[in-house]
């Protein structure tokens, strides 16, 4: 919903970034959806699964698309049915420690 960004499946990220890449294209920016119905939970499960989009597609551009730096947004608000990038308490704040070392599980996941 931003202008000039863009969705990409992941079968459809290489096909479109390869003439990029050779016209000079150096790093692109990958940030996470769930398009699953029903996927999103209260802790943002969804961040770093294994068969998720963003850690598919890093995995594709390390091995077909070496020389491309790929920046991942680490971030649990596409993921989390509140739509807040943390885990929260019944009373809406923040469960400071459990959210962090959920963003270090995922960025661990992307590395």
């Not at 990409?8 to 996470?32: D, M, T, Y």
Request: glycine residues 10%; aromatic residues 4%; hydrophobic residues 35%.
């Amino acid at each position: 919903s931003l202008p000039s960004q863009h969705s990409r499946s992941v079968s459809k990220v290489l096909p479109h970034l390869e003439p990029l890449i050779q016209k000079g294209l150096q790093a692109v920016g990958l940030f996470g959806v769930m398009l699953k119905e029903g996927a999103k939970n209260p802790t943002g499960t969804g961040a770093d699964d294994e068969n998720g989009s963003v850690i598919r597609t890093i995995k594709l551009l390390r091995s077909k698309a070496s020389s491309l730096l790929a920046i991942a947004g680490v971030c649990l608000c596409e993921y989390t049915s509140h739509g807040y990038c943390g885990n929260l308490h019944e009373d809406g704040s923040l469960i400071n420690t459990a959210s962090i070392d959920h963003l270090s599980d995922v960025t661990l996941a992307y590395a």
